[in-house]
């Protein structure tokens, strides 16, 4: 078999993982006889680690079929060109070939001439105890339109993102405040360009139905993480750019906090909508509620199966003056937080009649607005019962199950 046989067979890996959402990158390793000794895709998403990447994989499981940890007169097939990681992994094995598809401009740490331009000489260093040769461009094209579709994708993806742009400079705290909350999936050019876009890569992070103050935290999808309103100057204004996946219509708002944190059930971010709303993508999902929530008890339902199902998921939870079954609510908590919970340790918000709340209920100012509206019967305090219920009970809770991070979570019960 020849160079672009085995390159294909990479390649075939790499569609599979393209498959699984993976990045399209495929690694075969074959032995001194020809053999394959190991093919593997990048699973570095699936894994949750940056160094599952396809040739890291391919290398380890090539170790085991040979049962041997040095891979002499081996061969790697790489469907990009190695980067650094990979090609101080290359050396350590003591591979023989390294054959790659299409380059890697940003991180490729080998070339033909074992190095890149102005970039990092990996196999050059004198820590390298091994110096493969290497051969560059073999199905090159294949590899790159692979790559390129990848990318294209991704771009779609992010039309369900939030972005955020200041709109006066010296905003350097926030950006490295979203550093610290999204790590390596921020894309921050906010030094250099202080009107520019930062884009949180996680698709359908949301600020809210309507108008954005209604919300005291940025949701991201699928991360256990959250922007609390506290990290947002209130000296700048920001403009909120939100598209909305069901019908990718796009809405702008001029958005500024002026107010102090509050409790999750302070009057500035009550706003109902008439009804339930699911925003997010298996991730994050906030419910909206109207007085009329009781009638949508499959978006109740899919709430507590995201919170048994991914608890790392729901640290932040917004039970938005949840006017439902409370009894049902109380077993399907208990059940999660995995102790008995009583009425005395939450407290709902009563509506002795919600039917006559009228049909566009609105929180203004400090009271409601609407038909036959009765003031006074809303209360939103958090008791004492509840503040050492989330404190002493629940959140050891969620330590033990190694899901809570009280540096950027905020387990919210409040306002029920």
């Known amino acids: 078999m020849t160079d672009e046989d085995y390159m294909r067979i990479a390649l075939a890996e790499a569609k599979t993982a393209a498959a699984q959402d993976e990045a399209p990158l495929g690694a075969v390793i074959t032995s001194i006889d020809g053999d394959i000794a190991a093919k593997r895709g990048d699973a570095s998403i699936s894994h949750g680690d940056p160094t ?15 049962q041997n940890y040095r891979l002499v007169g081996c061969t790697l097939y790489t469907t990009q060109k190695p980067c650094a990681l990979s090609a101080g992994a290359i050396a350590k094995f003591r591979l023989l070939r390294v054959v790659w598809g299409a380059p890697n401009i940003n991180s490729g740490a080998v070339d033909v001439d074992n190095a890149v331009k102005g970039g990092i000489r990996t ?20 590899s790159a339109s692979m790559l390129d579709a990848f990318s294209k994708r991704r771009q779609r993806q992010l039309k369900s993102t939030v972005f955020l742009s200041p709109t006066t400079s010296g905003t ?21 360009q202080p009107s520019a876009n930062i884009t949180l890569k996680y698709p359908s992070a949301i600020l809210g139905e309507s108008a954005p103050p209604e919300q005291e935290h940025l949701f991201l999808v699928n991360t256990p993480q959250s922007l609390p309103s506290s990290w947002i100057s209130p000296k700048y204004r920001y403009i909120i750019n939100f598209r909305d996946p069901r019908d990718h219509a796009c809405n702008t708002y001029h958005w500024q906090f002026s107010h102090p944190v509050r409790d999750i059930d302070e009057e500035q971010r009550t706003s109902y909508t008439g009804e339930v ?6 991730g994050w999902v906030i419910l909206k509620s109207s007085y009329q929530l009781r009638e949508h008890n499959d978006a109740y ?13 729901c640290l932040v939870l917004t039970y938005a003056r949840l006017c439902l079954d409370f009894d049902d ?3 399907r908590l208990s059940h999660f937080a995995g102790i008995p919970v009583t009425k005395r340790m939450l407290k709902r918000l009563e509506i002795e009649r919600p039917e006559n709340l009228g049909d566009n209920p609105k929180w203004v100012g400090n009271r409601w607005e609407g038909s036959d509206v009765m003031p006074g019967r809303y209360k939103r305090e958090l008791q004492p019962e509840t503040i050492e219920f989330i404190n002493k009970r629940l959140e050891p809770r969620l330590r033990q199950m ?3 991070d009280p540096d950027y979570a905020h387990l919210y019960l409040g306002g029920l």
């Open 52 to 66: 599952a990447n396809a040739v890291i994989l391919a290398l380890r499981d090539a170790v085991e079929t040979t």
């Open 402 to 404: 190694a899901k809570y």
């Open 172 to 192: 350097g705290s926030m950006a490295r405040i979203l550093r610290i909350v999204m790590g390596c999936h921020l894309i921050a050019r906010w030094a250099r």
């Open 277 to 282: 709303r699911r925003m997010g993508i298996d």
């Open 301 to 313: 339902d899919r709430l507590f199966q995201i919170l048994e199902e991914h608890p790392e998921q």
């Open 329 to 331: 609510f109380i077993r």
């Open 123 to 142: 196999l050059e260093q004198t820590i390298c105890q091994n110096l493969p040769n290497v051969v560059g461009g073999v199905l090159a094209d294949e």
